[in-house]
Structure formats: C-alpha cells, structure tokens
C-alpha cells in the first residue's frame, strides 16, 4: 500500500492539498482512505462531507469512514477515545503498583486527554490503516511541518529509551523480583508492566516499519513565499535526517503572474504575485535538482470547498519534474494520479529518487589509501552549516540540524575510529573518520 504524508508550514492549505491527492487518486479508480487528526471544520469543508465519530465503546481510532467520492473515504482520527483507552489499560496493568504507593486509581470520567497524546493516536492510526490492508492508497492529513518532522522521529527515540531503561538484562531482574519481594517485604511490580513495555515496543517497531517502507513518501505543501523557503530548507534537511522521502513539493494558492504568465492589472495583487513569483522560481530550483517533482495548484480565488473544487483544482495543476535518466526538465498537466502527472503515486515508484535517504543511503567511503580516513556521507539537503551540530557518543553519532537531532549507530568499522572532521558538500555531511591505532586491524 502506497501512504503519502501530507504536511507544511502552518496555514499552507495542507488539508487541501491532502483532499486533492487523495480524490486525484479516486478518480483513477483506486481505493483511497484520507486520514485527518485536525480536529477544525476544515477537513469537513474542503470534503463537503462529515466526518463520522468513533461510536460508543472506546478503542477505535477513527469512526466509520465517509464516503466523500466514489473510492474516497475519509476518516478523523479519534485522538481523545485513543488516549483514554490506552490511559485505563495502564492503569489496569499498573494497579499493584499503585496499591503499594498508596495511589487512587482515575475514574473514567476523569481521564482527560493530555497534551502530546495526538502524535501517538496518529502513528497508531497508521499502523493500523496498514494492517487492515483494505486501501490502496493512504493519505494522511498531519500537523504544521516541525511538528511532523517530530512525530515521524517519535517511533525511533521512543524505542531507544525503551532499549535504555528497560535493557535486556530485566530478565534477570524478573527471575529475581521474588526473591527481592521477600528481602524488602513489599511486592515489586508485577509482570504485567514489563509486558505493556514490550508490548509499547512491539507496537513503536510496526510503526517504524510503515514509516520507513519504500512505499512511504511525504509531501510538502508551502504557499511561495520569503517565510517558506527558510522553514522548508531546514525541514528538508531535518527529513532528510530521518530517513524519509520526499516525493513532491506542493506549492499551493498560486496568483496569476507567479509562475510566469501576465502580471495581474491590479498594482497590489502585482506585487504578492511578484512575491510569489520570486520564492517559487527559488523553490523550483532547489527542489528539482533532487529530483523532487513541483506541483503548481492555482488560487481559486475562494476557498476550496467540496469535491468540485477539488477536482478543479487537479485538473487545473501543473508540474516539472527533472528526468530520472536524462536531467532534463518535463512539464506536464491534468488530473493524473495523486494530482502529480506521471512518476508521483505509481505503485511501483519507477524511476522515483526523491530527496530525502533511507539507512541504505548514507554511504562510507574508503579513503585509507589516499587520505588516511573514512568519509561517511550523510544526505542533508537544504542544510546550512551554522544549522549542523555533531558529537560522538560510543558507538553512536549524534547529529543535529537546528533544532531537530537524531542519534545514528556508527557502521562497524567506523566504531573503531575518530571523529577527524566534518563538512557539508553538494548537500550532504561527510563526516570524516582515522582509524584508532589501538583498534584497527594491523597489516599482517
């Protein structure tokens, strides 16, 4: 199943975008469900349908989906029910161990959903949009651009303090919970807690799977403008760091006279279309080099509301992408799958290399012979270099693009290195790594 994550700065006119890629899709006859955790009327205006709640119960995480057009359902994901599900099954597993501090458990009524609990209804959404296996093509509607860059890193850092504080070693520690029972006179926690982490991890690690699948790309939407493009760099980079792909760049509301055709009459809509003109010539230019394809959805001069709109909206959509085998630029229109003509949601991504890198990606180069080091290479597109933090850590490499960081296990071979120097070069780190004598191999 092919998932596009749809997301950009605030106010960009993500649902929008969102809601035109999933119909686009519909419309060429594939079954589509289209995932919103906003909980605003936006969603529910730009479909021109409702959207179903979770029915009594608790547990679901999303109501029966509407049908907004013929193989486009859409869903809300229920972020409150999803909370205070998950909240009464750590209270039930948890309940000796609130006995013994002498705690009082929550009443139903009183489990109130606390803030953070959306990004974890969200990924939960997705697994388990997976596992039904009932769509070909998943669209999800998620939060302005940092707070996904975040969300999509969730599943990794979650697992990692799981692995910390948890470490294999508590097995041990359960053969001898009754023996330090019996010492201390008070019962330690019960079995049902460790199970609940493993369970946690279980879980983060299916997550991680959907996130990291080939099939798994994200799509920015960004109005053009001065704002955007530094807040789209530095999430490009921030992506790229997180191994994810992007697949297209949405730039969205376009004016007349900002992609090059006649200026508007009118002296103040000249000027935001010359604004607009100047950021996407700049967005054009730094996102096809990577290959990324650029959508150009027009303002309507209205909001869009219903699949009318929305399907004007795809037949009335532009795009350039660079060729995979010739560098060269192909333009094209119409309402072809995903609202982006050709390449931008076949199932099989043939000739597809958006910008972002999956762990295959960075790559170690061997430059004993002629340098003396190891050069690992890092895809940082977008990246400044007074935005990149780096340090070392064991066997991990910590790297930091503004405010965003991920903790990479080093290779191998690189473990038995040092950190000798780091540049950024044609859009990537290279990190360079001189073999510890104490630990390297000496020829024979």
Known sequence: MRTVLVTGPGGAGRTTAAAATALAAAREGRRVLLLTADRGPAPEAVLGTALPAPGPGGGALWGPPAEAAPGLHAARIATGEHFQDRARDLQERGASLFDLLGASPLDPEELTELPGAEPLALLTALRAAHEEGAWDLLVADLPPLHT??????????????????LPAERQAARALR?????????????????????????????????????????????????????????????????????????????????????????????????????????????????GVTVCELPHLGRGPRGPQDLAELAVRARSTTIGATTGTREGGSGSAVGVIPGRGLTDELDGWQGTGSAAGDRTVEDRLATDGVLLWRLPLPGAARDEIDLLRRGDELIVGVGPFRRVLPLPSALRRCTVSGAGLRDGALCVRFTPDPGLWPRPS
């Open 148 to 165: 996904t860059v975040r969300l999509l890193g969730l599943p990794e850092q979650l697992r990692r303090y799981l692995r910390r504080l």
């Open 178 to 290: 009754p023996m330090l029972a019996q010492l201390a006179g008070v019962p330690m926690p019960t079995q049902r807690l460790y199970e609940t982490a493993e369970r946690w991890e279980a879980e983060l690690a299916a997550v991680q799977d959907v996130l990291e699948a080939d099939g798994t790309t994200v799509r920015l939407v960004a109005e053009p403008g001065p704002l955007a493009l530094g807040e789209l760099r530095l999430a490009r980079a921030a992506l790229a760091l997180q191994g994810c792909r992007v697949d297209a760049l949405v730039a969205n509301r376009l004016l007349p006279g900002a992609t090059g055709d006649a200026a508007p009459a009118d002296p103040w809509l000249a000027g935001l279309a010359a604004e607009q003109r100047t950021a996407h010539k700049t967005l054009h230019e730094e996102f096809l080099v990577d």
